[in-house]
T-cell receptor
Framework: AQSVAQPEDQVNVAEGNPLTVKCTYS??????LFWYVQYPNRGLQFLLK??????LVKGSYGFEAEFNKSQTSFHLKKPSALVSDSALYFC??????????????FGAGTTVTVRA | NAGVTQTPKFQVLKTGQSMTLQCAQD?????MYWYRQDPGMGLRLIYYSASEGTTDKGEVPNGYNVSRLNKREFSLRLESAAPSQTSVYFC????????????????FGDGTRLSIL
């Protein structure tokens, strides 16, 4: 079985401050990990993924995420948040040794609000 | 460069009515998916189609049927709508496993907002 937890329903930061959105995962094998962002009335947009290699992954719009195997975490980070980063963020995982390679498991989502 | 297109964008149904949600992608992806999004629950997979001609159940298939009409199109049907099916429905597509691209991200449409009274 595979699952994802996003422990914070909401994250509020001031513009220009660092932004962190937390994600922990559970898989029986090794994970493929993804972050998506959703703006109001839109579908999910891919931000970045971890497959293998460097633990620090860089993605779109200045976002990055750090894979930590010992803590089973994949936190999303941005050094300096913008008001336009306000959105709903989803972490997702797929177990690379799972029987069904097509299924992504999504977290419940974290609403990020960046105040000017 | 449309990506994944869903129709309609909004729909209101009465309990017991039937409806088909349409989805088409122009990225030549083999795999397509239907999700529902409910507050505080993330996205849950209803059905997916690994390739043209195949469909499989996801986490929450009850009350739904799907048709993979061709490589581009994947429709979701509610035969007898129930209030519990009020949700936002998303279609997605991705590269297929048999090309060694199981780690490729899924591309999403903008959703269909469905209310059942």
């Amino acid at each position: 079985a595979q699952s994802v937890a996003q422990p914070e329903d909401q994250v509020n930061v001031a513009e220009g401050n660092p932004l962190t959105v937390k994600c922990t995962y559970s898989v029986s094998g090794n994970p493929y990990l993804f972050w998506y962002v959703q703006y109001p009335n839109r579908g999910l947009q891919f931000l970045l993924k971890y497959i293998t290699g460097d633990n620090l992954v860089k993605g779109s719009y200045g976002f990055e995420a750090e894979f930590n195997k010992s803590q089973t975490s994949f936190h999303l980070k941005k050094p300096s948040a913008l008001v336009s980063d306000s959105a709903l963020y989803f972490c997702a995982v797929r177990d690379i040794r799972g029987r069904d390679d097509y299924k992504l498991s999504f977290g419940a989502g974290t609403t990020v609000t960046v105040r000017a | 460069n449309a990506g994944v297109t869903q129709t309609p964008k909004f729909q209101v149904l009465k309990t017991g009515q039937s409806m088909t949600l349409q989805c088409a992608q122009d990225m030549n992806h083999n795999s397509m998916y239907w999700y529902r999004q409910d507050p505080g629950m993330g996205l849950r997979l209803i059905y997916y189609s690994a390739s043209e001609g195949t469909t499989d159940k996801g986490e929450v298939p009850n009350g739904y049927n799907v048709s993979r009409l061709n490589k581009r199109e994947f429709s979701l049907r509610l035969e007898s709508a129930a209030p519990s099916q009020t949700s936002v429905y998303f279609c997605a597509s991705s590269e297929a496993r048999n090309r060694g691209r199981v780690n490729q991200p899924q591309h999403f449409g903008d959703g269909t907002r469905l209310s059942i009274l």
